[in-house]
């Protein structure tokens, strides 16, 4: 039982690059998120996904896009990458308005 | 705007020493309230959790919190720091609809 799982761990792009971070829950969890770690900002909520084939914005949604591929699986995608989106990424699961479960997290940075 | 608040965003304390950290939030009506802990490299982890009941809520490694709806704070207390419990802490908010809310963090650090 993994739990969150995330890849890639570590991430370098040049700016207009665009690339695909990868999550995935084996507990069977309906929710997943993702979330952007800035310091001082505590982590901040890009999308989410209440249940499989849905997709919703959360706070901080502009340069990203979402897919919900299956009930395990949910991706966040960078079309075409900014300095200003230079984080740690993680994404988190829940099997109800509950606990949320972590990954260990991408640290992604834009040169 | 309806936020989280931590208001301590560094703490330095000695071993043994008693740690409250403080966490408020502005929204009304019902909400869960969470506190997890980031230890240094390490992904975020559930310290513990009130949704209902006894406001006072016990978590692990000693820690626990108490919940003051009047107040709209959930401090997070500690009798005696140790080492290890050197991380960055982070209360947060759900209202219910499965998004969680985090005040800003704040980085605890203990000297042996």
């Known amino acids: 039982n993994a739990g969150v799982t995330q890849t890639p761990k570590f991430q370098v792009l040049k700016t207009g690059q665009s690339m695909t971070l990868q999550c995935a829950q084996d507990?069977?969890?309906?929710?997943m998120y993702w979330y952007r770690q800035d310091p001082g900002m505590g982590l901040r909520l890009i999308y989410y996904s209440a249940s499989e084939g849905t997709t919703d914005k959360g706070e901080v949604p502009n340069g990203y896009n979402v897919s919900r591929l299956n009930k395990r699986e949910f991706s966040l995608r960078l079309e075409s990458a900014d300095p200003s989106q230079t984080s740690v990424y993680f994404c988190?699961?829940?099997?109800?308005?509950?606990?949320?479960?972590f990954g260990p997290g991408t640290r992604l940075t834009v040169l | 705007a309806q936020s989280v608040s931590q208001h301590n965003h560094h703490v330095i304390l000695s071993e043994a020493a008693s740690l409250e950290l403080g966490c408020n939030y502005s929204?009304?009506?019902?909400?869960?309230l969470f506190w997890y802990v980031q230890y240094p490299g390490q992904h975020l982890q559930l310290l513990l959790k009130?949704?209902?009941?006894?406001?006072l809520v016990k978590g692990i490694k000693g820690f626990e919190a108490e919940f003051i709806k009047s107040k709209f704070s959930f401090n997070l207390r500690k009798p005696s720091v140790q080492w290890s419990d050197t991380a960055e802490y982070f209360c947060?908010?759900?209202?219910?609809?499965?998004?969680?809310?985090f005040g800003q963090g704040t980085t605890l650090q203990v000297k042996p």
């Open positions: 009130y949704f209902s009941g006894d406001p």
């Open positions: 988190a699961s829940s099997g109800a308005p509950d606990t949320q479960y």
């Open positions: 929204y009304g009506g019902t909400v869960n």
């Open positions: 507990m069977n969890h309906n929710s």
């Open positions: 947060a908010v759900n209202r219910n609809t499965g998004k969680l809310i």
